[in-house]
């Protein structure tokens, strides 16, 4: 697989990278999941060119880190971990809140490095801006991570513009975390364009709608508990039938090109721009393989407008409101 750069002082990953969440929570039941056809999962990664890996902190808390850390075990020359900070976790559950003070961030850094049994950590995120403290005080931390050694780039997730510019200014940032995919485009307006004006790499999650896009998927009424999307407010009831028929034209150009509507969906995120790279999760390789065929599909300028045009009727929030006050906009 081809890669991409990320960021000015060039983090090199291929060009689809692997969001190992789902390997331990958020979506589907604890049933559903399976440990070896995880590891399995990632390790054929590895055999189709993806090298990059995204999992955090507070993904079980702590099992999903511990996941990947097994998992790359003997494999860590030549792929990158990006994991995260930031979330109050209390009792081995998450917590109500938010933490990126400095001694939070370096102890969560050595649990981390721990967890993934590494030296470094290749791309530390945090995971949610932490408005009780300066950007430039928690940036400046990682900076002195960066001069140890412990981890190699930067990165920020779910931040608004003003933060970003702040915190590229204390150090390098190679890339920013966000949803962005053919449903979401929050992000064009105004931190896209600030990305491309700093060198910043973009690195969607969810790019393919929490699987909405994909047509594989059930209204919310019909998922599990503990599925993540049961609450989503674009998996309910008007919203739902509306994003439905909004997600008939990915579809329908799907089979005009003999290809899936999930390799569509990340076709046109990397037809977007040569600094983004998605991390389409999975914890199954049927469909990590189907997700890799997504880097050598094209997308004509016809064909980017059409889809362009029919998801400006995506109804709903990403978000319920407390997930909302969490967003650095």
Request: glycine share 10%; with cysteine; proline share 5%.
């Amino acid at each position: 697989m081809q890669k991409r750069s990320l960021g000015t002082e060039g983090l090199a990953v291929s060009a689809i990278g692997l969001g190992c969440m789902g390997m331990s929570q958020s979506y589907g039941t604890a049933e559903e999941r399976d440990e070896r056809e995880s590891i399995a999962t990632i390790h054929r990664a590895i055999e189709l060119g993806v090298n990059f890996f995204d999992t955090a902190e507070v993904y079980g808390p702590f099992t999903n880190e511990q996941l990947v850390g097994r998992a790359l075990k003997g494999r860590r020359d030549g792929v990158i971990i990006a994991t995260k900070f930031g979330f109050k976790i209390q009792d081995g559950k998450m917590a109500e809140g938010v933490d990126s003070r400095p001694a939070h961030i370096r102890d969560v850094v050595e649990a981390s490095l721990r967890r993934l049994d590494t030296d470094r950590i290749d791309l530390l995120y945090q995971h949610r801006v932490d408005r009780n403290v300066p950007i430039e005080e928690v940036v400046g931390t990682m900076s002195e991570l960066v001069r140890e050694g412990k981890v190699r780039f930067l990165g920020l997730s779910e931040a608004g513009v003003k933060t970003i510019r702040r915190a590229h200014a204390t150090h390098p940032i190679a890339a920013v975390q966000s949803e962005y995919s053919l449903w979401e485009r929050n992000l064009e307006p105004d931190i896209i364009p600030a990305l491309r004006e700093l060198g910043i790499g973009l690195v969607p999650f969810a790019p393919l709608g929490r699987g909405f896009l994909t047509g594989t998927v059930k209204r919310s009424e019909e998922l599990p508990d503990g599925d993540f999307r049961k609450n989503d407010p674009r998996y309910q009831g008007a919203n739902f039938d509306a994003n439905a028929r909004a997600a008939t034209a990915v579809h329908d150009l799907a089979k005009q090109k003999g290809a899936t509507a999930g390799q569509v969906a990340l076709a046109w995120l990397l037809h977007k721009g040569p600094n983004i790279v998605p991390i389409p999760g999975t914890k199954r390789r049927s469909y990590l393989e189907e997700n890799a065929g997504a880097a050598s599909l094209s997308l004509d300028a016809r064909e980017m407008a059409a889809l362009d045009a029919a998801m400006e009727s995506v109804a709903g929030p990403r978000y319920n409101a407390p997930q909302l006050e969490m967003i650095d906009r």
